[in-house]
């Protein structure tokens, strides 16, 4: 890995907070001396010559898009992106090709990448322009996938507009396969995140109006009837106040301590929803209120977390709740939305440490997961969050989502781990039977066990009868746990994501350059769900190897298969 410095640098990068940032320098073959850098009126732009063949991966959770070549992308922190556009709740400014190289560009600006575009030479495009003088005629395109198609072509050039600053570090990443380049990125701001076991368990995230008595009743119910339970999510009816929030108990809860002490005697775990944005009513309000921005989201404050003070104001708030036993927190709402409402603070809001609003959004959830690790102390957890960036690894929080397509959500399990993060597909309500059977064999081989219920008042699978395929399902996770468990120590010590796209271990492999909707789950396994609506059956690739169907145990060959099942289609790598 190896660090380029140009121009000069902002102050407020991801890299600066990142608490256990450890860049070690070693040569590379990259030919950095293509890379040409400029300073305009926007900001500063950084270009060079992209090989015809190279794919390109990453940006973060990027949910509309896998492969971005030929496309152009802006990093914006957006929870409900409608085109593969760079918008996501967690984009990350980092990426990585089928070439052997990835990049980091630490900057919390919403860059722009333009993956593959041509280029003027006497514009500093690091390369010689490519004069394209074709003999005869070439025929006009009818369709708009002809038309564009063409200039593709002779797309070579990798673009990166950053905006507002007049430089900007670098860091190129080599490895043999994504996986390796990957894993290097992770351990750049300190490794993979450790989590409990229980972590990886099954998460109920209960309907926001029930009662204190309601959520016993329905962990009651579940472990009578034998479902696997380990964790039970309170979603914001356990607030006095929320949008924005008060983070004190709400009267749903008359007696929190002896509510906590029942769900610690039946051995579930308890996370907390809440957002950062601080209402008038919380007991932190008006010693936070010097420490925040000068814009209020919902009535409540925006704390400035780069600020030591409202850290420890903030988190000295939050150790309560940890210290009546809550071992889990969602961080809703730290992203942005540009289409629900267009909630949460502009691009120019000020922040007391210097920060604007851009900056900010880009860096929000990172520092709001490392306030609320101060406040857990030792105490493990796997938690949630709306928004992360860039290098997040290290931070054991789930991303999720309140949109629902369930080939994105599939998609996201898939790109989430090329930039460090985690996601969580979770299963909410359903239409049918099928469709929330579907939801539930993707959610058990993911790396949270979500059912989030937070708008069902009932069980969503009790309308349906289908509790014992439910059953099943939530114990084929209990068995996976321990495996799982295992992948986690891995991606600690070595950055090795517990989840992977195909490309990233079978990288030189040109079938899977495209395949956004298999993937490999820890060391062993491949998962090929079927989403929602798709019927029975789907076609499947198996890479080179040994494999055996997880569930029956025969030997399946490698290459194209088309299977039909009402089950999810998983395959075993021997050896
Ligand atoms: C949303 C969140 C949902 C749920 C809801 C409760 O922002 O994504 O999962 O928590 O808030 O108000």
Not at 228 to 237: A, S
Not at 356 to 369: I, N, V
Not at 425 to 435: G, I, M
Not at 468 to 474: H, P
Request: net charge negative; aromatic share 12%.
């Amino acid at each position: 890995m190896y660090k380029l410095t140009f121009g000069t640098p902002e102050k407020h990068v991801p890299s600066k907070y990142c608490k256990n940032f450890n860049y070690v320098p070693k040569s590379v073959n990259f030919p950095t001396e293509n890379i040409s850098f400029r300073v305009n009126n926007r900001g500063c732009v950084l270009s060079f010559p992209l090989d015809n063949d190279a794919q390109i991966y990453g940006f973060g959770l990027q949910l509309k898009q896998f492969n971005h070549r030929g496309r152009k992308l802006k990093l914006s922190v957006n929870a409900d992106p409608v085109a593969p556009t760079g918008d996501s709740h967690a984009p990350v400014p980092f990426f990585v090709t089928n070439k052997s190289w990835g990049m980091y560009v630490d900057t919390a600006r919403y860059a722009e990448f333009y993956c593959g575009n041509q280029m003027n030479s006497a514009f500093g495009g690091g390369q010689k322009r490519q004069v394209v003088k074709e003999e005869g005629n070439r025929l006009a395109g009818i369709s708009t996938d002809e038309l564009y198609a063409i200039r593709q072509e002779s797309d070579q050039t990798m673009t990166i507009q950053i905006p507002g600053c007049q430089g900007v570090d670098v860091y190129i990443i080599e490895g043999d396969t994504i996986t390796d380049i990957v894993s290097q990125y992770n351990m750049l701001s300190g490794g993979g995140c450790d989590v409990p076991e229980w972590g990886l368990g099954v998460l109920y995230r209960c309907y926001s109006r029930y009662t204190d008595k309601q959520v016993i009743g329905v962990v009651e119910e579940m472990q009578s009837k034998d479902i696997p339970l380990h964790i039970i999510g309170l979603e914001p009816g356990w607030q006095s106040s929320t949008y924005s929030c008060s983070y004190l108990w709400s009267d749903l809860y008359p007696n929190p301590a002896e509510f906590m002490k029942t769900m610690l005697s039946k051995g579930i775990h308890v996370n907390l929803w809440e957002h950062a944005y601080t209402h008038p009513t919380a007991p932190v309000h008006d010693a936070l209120a010097p420490y925040s921005a000068d814009t209020l989201v919902w009535g409540g404050l925006v704390p400035d977390f780069t600020l030591d003070e409202a850290r420890k104001i903030f988190s000295d708030h939050q150790k309560t709740l940890v210290e009546m036993g809550v071992d889990g927190f969602k961080l809703d709402e730290c992203d942005n939305s540009d289409y629900t409402g267009s909630w949460s603070f502009p691009l120019s809001a000020q922040f007391p440490s210097g920060m604007d609003g851009e900056q900010y959004h880009s860096l929000f959830g990172l520092l709001y997961t490392q306030v609320m690790m101060e406040a857990l102390g030792d105490t493990p957890t796997l938690s949630e969050v709306r928004n992360m960036g860039a290098l997040a690894a290290s931070y054991p929080f789930v991303l999720y989502s309140d949109l629902y397509e369930h080939q994105d959500f599939i998609r996201g399990v898939a790109t989430a781990p090329f930039s460090g993060l985690l996601w969580s597909p979770e299963l909410r309500d359903a239409a049918s039977r099928e469709e929330l059977l579907r939801r539930l064999q993707v959610v058990v081989f993911s790396v949270q066990c979500l059912i989030n219920a937070w708008y069902c008042p009932d069980l969503p699978w009790r309308e349906f009868g289908c509790e014992d395929e439910v059953r099943e399902l939530l114990k084929l996770r209990v068995r996976l746990m321990p495996k799982l468990q295992e992948a986690f120590h891995i991606y600690k010590a070595t950055g090795k994501p517990p989840i992977r796209a195909l490309v990233m271990d079978y990288t030189d492999d040109k079938e899977v350059a495209n395949i956004d909707n298999e993937y490999l789950f820890c060391e062993d396994l491949l998962v090929a769900p079927i989403a929602a609506g798709q019927g029975n059956t789907r076609d499947v690739y198996l890479p080179q190897g040994d494999w055996e169907d997880f569930f029956t145990g025969e030997s399946v060959q490698p290459g194209w298969h088309t299977v039909t099942t009402e089950g999810i289609p998983v395959y075993r790598k021997r050896g």
